[in-house]
């Protein structure tokens, strides 16, 4: 039953706080919104039983993110206040969208129920054979880290390749490379 | 940005004293992801949030000398390398990539070392790259002549 208050509680906030980002014009405020989102989704997360991903999603979503966001609204010129021209393509899909995930809802299985298809495969496996063997209680750092020792590896060359993708676009040294040759460019002229 | 975003003494002073407790914390998270929730990610992320408020508080100029932009590279290199080279230690003593169970003569101790030096990459790659991507945005626009 607290669970399930709980549960309406931060479903109800996260609701008014995707009010307020749809509402507000500034940059800035929808990037706090955005923020509050995240850590709400977090405590969502907790509620769940699901500490690590809370963990990812209050340090990375409503940590780093919100702060590279601001960092990024900082840079951008003053624009004029954000019009919203015209809605009816914008609504057309939206309620498009709802339905198709109304649709695929009813189709989940419950929450919690011990016969979904994702309790069913290797899961059972890894929690009786992991702590055991391991010596390691928390059995998310084994399926991250050992059993899945590839997917992380790849993850790890994800982010390593989007910092390296964003070293080369924003670094001032292209854009010394970038100046000097246009104004070698002009010299030739 | 390059300058400060505030003199106002409240802000150093608290940064200041939130920065040792906060790679503490980093730390703790990284160490300690085998027994409670955490892990490399988690860890990188808070290692590198520590970082950004000092350059956010005392400006980038002082951010680069705390971390130099060329070391920062280099450790961005060196975690996706630790965690790439544990595969390929674990090849040479005649196991499969990433294999943890040839590392010790124990599998199990062999499970820790490897999850432990995985992870440590992880956390030192994460940290290095959000580093470097407030770094960059932080600077970008200036040109340097």
Known sequence: MNFLLINFFLISLLLVTTFFIFKTTSLISVVALTGAFTLLCSAIYVNLDAVDVAFTEAAVGSGISTILMVMAAAKLPEGKKNKLINLFPSIILAVAISLILIIIITNLPLLGDPNAPIHLHVVPEYLKESKDFFHIPNVVTNILASYRGFDTLGETIVIFTAGLGVIALLTSNTLNRKTNFKKNKKNER | ?145
């Not at chain 2, 990610?41 to 060329?70: D, R």
């Open chain 2, 1 to 145: 940005m390059r300058d400060k975003i505030s003199s106002s003494p409240v802000l150093s002073v608290v940064s200041k004293i939130l920065f040792a407790p906060i790679i503490i914390f980093g730390l703790y998270v990284q160490f300690h992801g085998d027994y409670g929730p955490g892990g490399g990610f988690q860890a990188g992320v808070i290692v590198a949030a520590a970082f950004i408020l000092y350059s956010m508080i005392f400006g980038l100029s002082k951010g680069e000398t705390l971390v130099p932009i060329m070391i920062n590279r280099y450790l961005m290199c060196v975690g996706v390398l630790l965690y790439a080279g544990v595969g390929i230690v674990s090849i040479f003593l005649d196991g499969m990539y990433l294999d943890y169970n040839v590392l010790s003569s124990d599998p199990s101790t062999g499970q820790h070392i490897g999850i432990i030096l995985v992870e440590l990459g992880v956390g030192i790659t994460v940290a290095t790259v959000m580093i470097a991507l407030y770094h960059s945005f932080a600077s970008f626009g200036e040109i340097n002549e």
